[in-house]
């Protein structure tokens, strides 16, 4: 047992003693209990505002209320259905703009806490004796279950494209803390890295290509290879399908997307404490509070902060060490113009772990414990700094005209040595050094207005980014020691040294592009959708004394990407769509040179048809969808087979995914909540430099995916639900592969008081032991328990 271990155990019993003291004492709170009378203490005092919320659907209406002020609404009864507002007009307190939304209505409104409230029926005959007191399942939350961008105009139901949006709901039932544990919702969507820290961070196949590029936060590409803690995380969006009409390069298989959390005009007040298995100790605090500000109406700052210590159940020695803080503070919310400005600073200092190479086998090497630790301790670790701070100002012309800004800042800094086991019983190590800093600018144009009876919904704008890269490495004096595969030891003296080598790749780039994006109306059945976008990447490559290296055939590209759509609405709550889009990917796409051509070859090209259908259910609290979908790289590089000395590369490959997909979120029934999906992922390799591969799938790519969550709220208030994921076989190379698995979870949460909410959290139930990968065999976490407590005034 490594020391930092043993100082965790100390500080266990005293962090566990005051967890549980915190729950007796209702020291903890969380908003699941009603309160009488109808403004309950602590509610902000009321604040004016600015609302323009036209006449129309009752629905569009609150949801527009939500959007504006911040609280969370509920309708459990399912209240508003068709009914219609006269909508409201001009400066008003929270509490005035709703009940003009609400007059002749027949439906009225009562707090349920300080940031929340419920629509209920004005003549309360209605309701069973006692239910006035428990506050049902959301189905209302402002603009959060849908995606963040001003590119998509419209609700998820009318977007020809397949988006799944993980809400912070379903995060905080599931306990996640990284980037890697939210996305296993999404079926199509593969990990490509073992657990327990193991590198290269977050790297992901959707849709059986690489997204390694792809993941952005707030809109802004993020390219630092390490795992992405979600303290600060409202919601995660997973767009499906070549995009570079909406983000740039890459995205063949699709893009991920991290909406950071913002100041609001509500004050809430809240924080978690968890421990667990593996000595799991995570602390957690969310504080937002509206100020008054002379001049400066609708201000609010808001803090998030997160401090963890913990083990990986059933890898011993893989430790998960993290904190970070993030502020945010936001003027004119309510107005016609707002400001928010947030900075995010977070360190990690962890023990990764690759556990075994072996590249060739069909599942994990046979009679070796993979859950051992092969690394040392002596050289082993991975330390990460992160800096992003973000400033975005955004005036609302009209109700039907926007501009919007957002100047965004990154710097992640990732450095880490592992050690692995090979089968012949030898160490070798994989280090990294990463610097990667992004200055970008979005600036968007939202516009709606009519020609005749036709309706439009423009989106236009310009996107700049500067990116500079550094990739490099250790170097050790001297091999690490061997091993024994059977009983490793961590603790092997280590006498040599460890520098740093020259880097292995240097670079700058800068990026520009403009787009337009329109939404047609025709009549209240039929939607046209076009995108067009133009993108010119040129990146700027150095040697390892720094000198510009000068590339034969240069380094700039461009492309034009565009997407199609039409969408048919047999009814108003469900759509049936048919979508074009495609995508591109530059050489050097993530600033890495290489010298055997690629760096001078022209962008590959994507393409995908997708087919599907939305439908809102069951008064609108249940969201279906299904979808069938082609993607097809055209040009994929390959090795030229006219080269002699095989280092020159030609864009000659053709790869293929034929796909279908069904998703189910949403409320079925009062206190019942799903979050579901299945996706189908038939991938071939077409066209390759190796014969061997012609007829064989993409690597990573389970041709089955399952991914089911599930709540119901017990009449006593108990919350129980439970989770099951499946992945089927991938195959890695025509002779490896990784083995299918089922993973199974458990929760159950109890609101012991008024303000205290109990979680208990259940992973792995059957304490399967599966794999993310096969390049390098890292299990995934044993069976594990973790209780949590947390408040929110």
Do not use: C
């Not at 139901?157 to 919702?185: H, K, W, Y």
């Not at 390959?638 to 864009?651: F, M, R, S, V, Y």
């Amino acid at each position: 047992m490594s020391r930092r271990r043993k100082d965790k155990r100390k500080r266990k019993g005293t962090f566990a003693g005051a967890l549980f003291a915190s729950a007796a004492f209702g020291g903890f709170a969380a908003p699941v209990v009603a309160q009488e009378p109808a403004a309950p203490p602590g509610r902000a005092l009321p604040v004016s505002r600015r609302f323009e919320i036209p006449a129309g659907p009752l629905k569009a209406a609150i949801e527009a209320f939500a959007r504006t002020t911040g609280l969370v609404v509920a309708d459990p009864q399912s209240l508003i259905g068709e009914l219609y507002s006269f909508g409201v007009s001009g400066s008003y307190s929270d509490e005035d703009a709703l009940r003009q939304l609400l007059a002749g209505t027949g439906v009225a409104y009562r707090f349920t806490s300080a940031r929340a409230l419920r629509l209920e029926p004005l003549d309360r005959a209605g309701y069973a004796a006692g239910a006035v007191d428990t506050l049902p399942t959301i189905t209302v939350e402002g603009a959060r279950d849908r995606p963040s961008s001003p590119k998509y105009p419209g609700p998820l139901r009318d977007v020809p494209q397949s988006i799944t949006v993980i809400p912070q709901r379903v995060m905080e039932a599931q306990g996640t803390t990284t980037l890697r544990d939210v996305i296993r919702n999404v079926p199509g969507l593969t990990v490509n890295a073992g657990e327990g820290g193991a590198t290269p961070g977050d790297n992901f196949n959707l849709r059986g290509f690489t997204a390694r590029g792809d993941v952005f936060v707030d809109g802004v590409r993020s390219v630092g290879g390490y795992s992405r803690e979600t303290f600060n995380v409202e919601q995660v969006e997973v767009t499906k399908g070549p995009g570079s009409a909406y983000i740039g390069r890459g995205s063949t298989g699709g893009a991920i997307n991290l909406v950071t959390k913002t100041p609001s005009l509500s004050r809430s007040y809240g924080a978690s404490a968890s421990v667990g298995s593996a000595d799991f100790q995570r602390a957690t605090a969310d504080l937002n509070q509206p100020i008054e500000v002379q001049g400066l109406p609708g201000a609010a700052v808001r803090l998030n902060a997160e401090w963890e210590d913990a083990g990986v159940a059933g890898l011993d020695r893989v430790d998960r060490n993290t904190w970070g803080v993030a502020p945010s503070a936001a003027i004119g919310l309510g107005t016609s113009t707002q400001l928010t400005v947030d900075y995010l600073h977070g360190e990690q200092d962890n023990v990764p772990s690759y556990g075994v190479q072996s590249q060739n086998t069909d599942g994990p090497p046979p009679a070796v414990d993979t859950r051992r630790f092969f690394g040392l301790s002596a050289i082993d670790f991975e330390r990460v700094n992160t800096d992003r701070a973000t400033a975005r100002v955004e005036h609302r012309f009209s109700e039907t005209l926007t501009l919007r800004n957002q100047l965004s800042w990154g710097h992640e800094d990732v450095r880490r040595v592992v050690t692995f086991a090979n089968l012949d019983a030898s160490r070798a190590t994989r280090s990294h050094i990463s610097i990667d800093k992004n200055l970008t600018n979005l600036t968007n144009l939202s516009a709606g207005f009519e020609t005749g009876r036709v309706r439009h919904a423009v989106s236009a704008g310009v996107e700049y980014s500067h990116e500079d890269s550094y990739f490099g490495s250790y170097r050790l004096s001297t091999p690490p020691p061997g091993t024994n595969l059977g009983n490793p030891n961590p603790d092997d003296p280590y006498t040599g040294t460890l520098t740093e080598a020259p880097p292995r790749r240097d670079a700058t780039a800068n990026s520009i592009a403009a787009y337009a994006l329109e939404t047609v109306k025709l009549g209240e059945r039929l939607e046209l959708s076009a995108g067009l976008r133009y993108d010119r990447f040129s990146p700027t490559y150095r040697d390892t004394l720094g000198n510009d290296i000068v590339v034969p055939g240069g380094t700039d590209s461009d492309a034009l990407s565009w997407r199609g759509g039409v969408v048919y609405k047999p009814v108003a709550e469900g759509s049936v769509y048919f979508a074009y889009g495609t995508s591109f990917n530059p050489s050097g796409e993530r600033l890495a040179y290489d010298g055997t051509g690629v760096s001078g070859l022209d962008p590959e090209k994507n393409r995908s048809y997708e087919a599907g259908t939305k439908w809102d259910v069951a008064g609108g609290r249940l969201s279906a969808s299904a979808a069938v979908f082609r993607t097809e790289k055209t040009n994929a590089r390959i090795d030229d087979p006219n080269d002699p000395l095989g280092e020159a590369q030609i864009l000659a490959g053709r790869q293929r995914v034929d796909g279908a997909e069904v998703g189910l979120t949403g409320n079925p029934l009062p206190g019942w909540s799903v979050f579901a999906g299945y996706t189908l992922l038939d991938s071939e390799i077409l066209t390759s430099d190796d014969p061997a591969d012609v007829g064989t799938p993409l690597p990573n790519t389970p041709k089955h995916a399952v991914s089911l969550w599930t709540t119901y709220r017990l009449p006593w208030e108990l919350e129980i639900g439970g989770g099951a994921r499946h992945i089927s076989r991938r195959v890695l190379s025509p002779t490896a592969s990784v083995p299918p698995y089922w993973s199974f979870d458990a929760e159950a949460a109890y609101p012991v008081t008024s303000r205290v909410l109990l979680r208990l959290n259940l992973y792995n139930l059957t304490d399967e032991v599966y794999y993310d990968h096969g390049r390098f065999w890292v299990p995934s976490p044993g069976r594990s328990v973790r209780l949590s407590t947390s408040l929110q005034y």
